[in-house]
């Protein structure tokens, strides 16, 4: 695989691989007259344009999955890696919203190592960067913020009779689980 080099040179549109196995991105990139051999990030400026600022943020988090990647499940990087995929798509990105926070990212991984198992969220993005990952079941949804590498934000909200009752928290990844005990978690998690 040829490694690419960034400099001011004629743009055009290439994939780049990140990983072996892993899904390929595309984005706008320069590649060097002559390639060193050495695949660098695009610099991130103030000014620099969005598909760099998306690009930057994918390959942090692609990166960094790659060194914990041996306590993931291959089809769950995968489908994470496909999801942000196409939270990062360019083509759909509205307004001054942020690229995903790495940090954000890490908090999520940590969770999903913490609950073991086949659990399958939806991924979204907040407009700060902050990752959500959202649980659905018929008559319950789990809705958590990742903030930092160990803050969260959660809520649930659950039919009871006809109402939907909500509850919310903010609390540390490591209290998480007990905090959400008493809405019978395992619905989501599919373990206690």
Known sequence: MNALTYSVARPMRSTVPLMSGAASISTPSVLHARSTGVWERPVETPAATLEVRL?????????????????????????????????????????????????????????????GGQSKPALALSPRGTLLAVWNTQNARLTIEFITGNRVRWLVGQLEGNEMERTAGDAGLERLLTLLAPYGPEKWFGHA
């Open 55 to 115: 690009f930057n943020a994918l390959t942090s988090a692609k990166i960094w999955t790659s060194q914990v990647a041996m306590h993931l499940d291959r089809a769950a990087r995968d489908r994470y890696f496909n999801q942000l995929d196409v939270l990062h798509d360019a083509s759909e990105w509205f307004g001054d919203d942020k690229p995903m926070s790495l940090e954000s990212y890490k908090g999520f991984i940590r969770f999903m190592l913490m609950l």
